[in-house]
């Protein structure tokens, strides 16, 4: 199991957390979603690649900070 956090930029509501957390779970391999205003923790099994979870936030039109 792998765990990613993912800071997102242009959260600001509960439907904004609905929309990323549906994306995240599309993901093959996603085991586990937790999103928070500006914040997402995903856990995983530990071949998801964490590019797949960033083209999934960003198809609902957010961006994601890059560390």
Known sequence: MQIIDID???MSCGHCV???TKAL???PGVTGVDVRVGHARVE???ATPRHLLVK???SEG???VQR
């Open 8 to 10: 997102v930029e242009g």
């Open 18 to 20: 609905q929309s990323v």
């Open 56 to 58: 999934a936030i960003e």
């Open 25 to 27: 779970r599309t993901v």
């Open 62 to 64: 957010f961006a994601v």
């Open 44 to 46: 995983t099994e530990d």
